[in-house]
């Protein structure tokens, strides 16, 4: 079984940064890919933004230019760096790592943009 733990989220204001965090129980070179995903309330599960081993990172439209994803590989660690953050970016944000036909998701950390 891997353990995805999701940390960094909280409240912050428009235009806010925000940093989240997500750590591995193992590897993370071992998966194929590793991504960010939100929900809001009332709303699907979506990408945000998503990096793989061999093909590079995705971002959602709405993430683009302001969203960065990256990772730490020694800390098996991923993170997404939120820049200029919006009322609609609040959401669920969750962690994902794809190994073949498996997904592993973390528990969701609440990310609220609100003034």
């Known amino acids: 079984q891997v353990q995805l733990v999701e940390s960094g989220g909280g409240l912050v204001q428009p235009g806010g940064s925000l940093r989240l965090s997500c750590a591995a129980s193992?590897?993370?070179?071992?998966?194929?890919?590793m991504g960010w995903y939100r929900q809001a309330p009332g709303k699907q599960r979506d990408l945000v933004a998503r990096?793989?081993?061999?093909?590079?990172?995705e971002y959602a439209d709405s993430a683009k230019g302001r969203f960065t994803i990256s990772r730490d590989n020694a800390k098996n660690t991923v993170f997404l760096q939120m820049n200029s953050l919006k009322p609609e970016d609040t959401a669920l944000y969750y962690c994902r790592a794809d190994q073949g036909a498996l997904n592993y998701w973390g528990q969701g950390i609440q990310v609220t943009v609100s003034s």
């Open positions: 990096l793989t081993n061999f093909a590079g990172i």
């Open positions: 193992r590897n993370i070179l071992s998966f194929y890919a």
